[in-house]
Structure formats: C-alpha cells, structure tokens
C-alpha cells in the first residue's frame, strides 16, 4: 500500500524474487501529491542507481543563518553533496522498474483494512493477500490495521517550488534556524540553478500561526531566492521525527519509508533510508513468505535500529527546544567557532546521516 519511492522500490525487489505484488496507492496519478523537496544525499548517489537526467545539478555550498540572517555561517565541501531530483520522474522511473520486474500498480485505490488474508479496498475489490506492506506514509493506515506502531512525533512541512533562470544563481542550500518561522527545525531554499525549493517545517502545536501564512511570510523575504521563471508548485504534509519505530512487523505485514519513522530524526531526510530500509524489508518479507517462519521477521527490528542513532534522537530532542530567537541566534553563533564549523560539516557533509542498514543473505528464489 503506497506508491511512493519505498513502496515502489519493495514492490520491485519483492517481484525480482518471484513473488506475486500489487501495488496501490489512492492518488490517481504519481506526478500529483509530492510532498518531498527531493534532496538526495552523496551517500544515496554513490548507493543507489538512479537516472542522471533526473537529478539536478549538484549542491556543494550551504550557507547557515540566524533569526537576524546576519552573519551567516558558509559551509563548503570539495565534493558534490547533493542533487535535487525531478520526483514526479523518479516515481515514473521506479514504477516502471516495478512494472518491469513484474509488480502491478493500482491507482485511485484506498486500503480499508485486512483480515484473514483478504485485504479490503476502496476503489477495488477485495484482494487475497499473504502479506501487507504498509508503504502508506507517516500517518499510516495500515500500520494501525496491522496493530503496529504508529508515528506519534511529527513535524508539518510546506514548500513553493518554482523554476529560475538557468546560470543565474550558485547551486546553494541556504537555511534559516527561525523558531518564528520554523519552530523546532528550520526553512530552507535550495537552489541548485534549475529550479527552486523555498520551505518551512516546525512541530504544528508551536505553528500558532499555520504553516501556510509561514511558509507566505518566509517567501517573501528568503535569503538567496531567486525570480521565479515559471509556474509555481506547493507540496507539503507531515514529516515523522520521531525515529525508526520499534514494531515494524507482524505475521500480517510490515512497514516501510515515512509508515516506518524511516526519516533520520536530526535533518529529516527520508529518501537515503527508505532506500536502504526498503531492501532490509523485501529480504526480510521475502525469507519468511518462502520459510512460513515467523523467527525471520525478528530481522526486521526497529528497537535494534533505533539504538543505531541515539545521539540524533538526542540532538532532535536539544533542536525541538530552541523556541526563542535569542536560543537560535546564540546557537548559529556556537556554528561560527572551529569545533562549530566542524559538528556542522560533519552533519550537513558526512555519510552518518542514516545507520547503514544490515541486509541479510537472501533465501533462494521462490518457485
């Protein structure tokens, strides 16, 4: 359920195995209802296949700044850290990588829940189904079908992006630390001179104001944007921060990507992991649905990947309580020291943004 990058992605590596796969999603179509900026990390690149015409240009500067966006810190690195893809393309590209390895896609279909092997749909009939992967996003319906664990800390995104003028800005990552605007993380505009992504996240009791007039106020004044060039684009929706869950998995089913926490709690990125959790999950589902062996499903344990990034939970907890600009002004200023400078490029540059997830050796092939 869910034809986002992980449920695409299990979908394909599932019916590599030879396993029968539907995929459903309740979107009509895949170029609609984006609601990631796309930013895929060096780590994702160097890992994962994914088509060059559909990446832009590489980022390799980010540029930090205060609630007063005085004194910013610049980061630069020697290498391309980042590319933002075309998602509506990425999700055709993996779709038809699915299709190709043999997995049907319905589209206009809503999961109303499972039971006995027979999963229910909104806009289809019943399926009889061995297993339900819950691919269906951060307020995952099946995952509360399923009786697994849901997430609980979220925070709300919302983004414009539009088109610029090509040649006429430095590919740039700029973000703005603003408990006023982004209360509890942060906005941003990348621009990678191509197109330009200008948003805002924060956890949604402290937005009093809604995340839309703050996504309006910071627009309107977003350092390093550039004049839009064409048609402008709005996606948003929740972002799970709260780290991978502990219950991932039952005899019924199991979760994937944002359904899963699958989102690095410190930055928020979600495509590196979802990747990488994405084959821990079709290993995973594909070894017990050979074996019938519930022992197998213990692979796929949330509690040993949280213990994996403790110290990004923590960091999360210590970014959620800067709620005063004064806390966020004295924070970006700790940036500009050596040791500052350093823990930043360590985060924004380094390759622990996400544990590397222990893929298990594979089964033989189903018949």
Same mark, same amino acid.
């Given at each position: 359920?869910?034809?986002?990058?992980? %449920?695409?992605?299990?979908?394909?590596?599932?019916?590599?195995?030879?396993?029968?796969?539907?995929?459903?999603?309740?979107?009509?179509?895949?170029?609609? %209802?984006?609601?990631?900026?796309?930013?895929f990390v060096r780590r994702t690149l160097d890992d994962f296949d994914l088509p060059d015409h559909l990446l832009g240009p590489a980022v390799r500067e980010v540029v930090l700044y205060p609630p007063s966006r005085r004194a910013p810190v610049r980061l630069s690195s020697e290498r391309d850290e980042y590319r933002v893809a075309d998602m509506p393309g990425v999700y055709a590209h993996a779709r038809r990588m699915a299709e190709a390895a043999g997995a049907r896609i319905a589209l206009g279909v809503r999961y109303a829940g499972s039971a006995t092997g027979v999963v229910r749909l909104e806009g289809a009939d019943p399926v009889v189904a061995r297993?339900?992967?819950?691919?269906?996003?951060?307020?995952?319906?099946?995952?509360?079908?399923?009786?697994?664990?849901?997430?609980?800390?979220?925070?709300?995104?919302?983004?414009?992006?539009?088109?610029?003028?090509?040649?006429?800005?430095?590919?740039?990552?700029?973000?703005?630390?603003?408990?006023?605007?982004?209360?509890?993380?942060?906005?941003?505009?990348?621009?990678?001179?191509?197109?330009?992504?200008?948003?805002?996240?924060?956890?949604?009791?402290?937005?009093?104001?809604?995340?839309?007039? +703050?996504?309006?106020?910071?627009?309107?004044?977003?350092?390093?944007?550039?004049?839009?060039?064409?048609?402008?684009?709005?996606?948003?929706?929740?972002?799970?921060? %709260?780290?991978?869950?502990?219950? +991932? @998995?039952?005899?019924?089913?199991?979760?994937?990507?944002?359904?899963?926490?699958?989102?690095?709690?410190?930055?928020?990125?979600?495509?590196?992991?979802?990747?990488?959790?994405?084959?821990?999950?079709?290993?995973?589902?594909?070894?017990?649905?050979?074996?019938?062996?519930?022992?197998?499903?213990?692979?796929?344990?949330?509690?040993?990947?949280?213990?994996?990034?403790?110290?990004?939970?923590?960091?999360?907890?210590?970014?959620?309580?800067?709620?005063?600009?004064?806390?966020?002004?004295?924070?970006?200023? @700790?940036?500009?020291?050596?040791?500052?400078?350093?823990?930043?490029?360590?985060?924004?540059?380094?390759?622990?943004?996400?544990?590397?997830?222990?893929?298990?050796?594979?089964?033989?092939?189903?018949?």
């Open positions: 359920m869910g034809a986002g990058l992980a %449920g695409l992605h299990t979908a394909r590596l599932l019916a590599e195995q030879g396993f029968d796969v539907l995929v459903a999603d309740r979107r009509r179509t895949l170029s609609t %209802g984006v609601r990631t900026t796309g930013i297993f339900v992967v819950g691919a269906d996003g951060a307020r995952s319906t099946v995952a509360r079908g399923l009786g697994l664990d849901v997430n609980r800390h979220l925070l709300i995104g919302a983004e414009l992006v539009h088109p610029t003028a090509s040649g006429t800005t430095v590919p740039t990552f700029h973000c703005v630390l603003d408990p006023r605007v982004a209360p509890g993380y942060l906005a941003w505009v990348i621009d990678d001179g191509r197109n330009a992504h200008v948003g805002v996240a924060g956890y949604p009791d402290a937005m009093r104001a809604g995340v839309r007039h +703050l996504l309006e106020e910071f627009a309107a004044r977003a350092p390093g944007r550039a004049t839009p060039a064409g048609p402008v684009e709005r996606r948003g929706g929740p972002i799970p921060v %709260g780290g991978v869950l502990r219950r +991932l @998995a039952c005899p019924a089913g199991l979760l994937v990507g944002d359904a899963a926490g699958a989102v690095s709690p410190l930055t928020a990125g979600g495509l590196d992991p979802c990747l990488r959790m994405s084959e821990l999950a079709a290993t995973v589902a594909g070894d017990y649905l050979r074996t019938g062996d519930q022992r197998v499903l213990r692979r796929y344990d949330g509690k040993a990947l949280r213990a994996r990034f403790r110290g990004r939970l923590l960091l999360r907890r210590l970014f959620a309580g800067v709620r005063s600009p004064a806390v966020a002004e004295a924070a970006v200023a @700790a940036l500009r020291t050596r040791a500052g400078r350093a823990a930043a490029a360590r985060i924004l540059f380094g390759d622990g943004s996400f544990p590397t997830v222990p893929i298990p050796d594979p089964e033989p092939r189903a018949s």
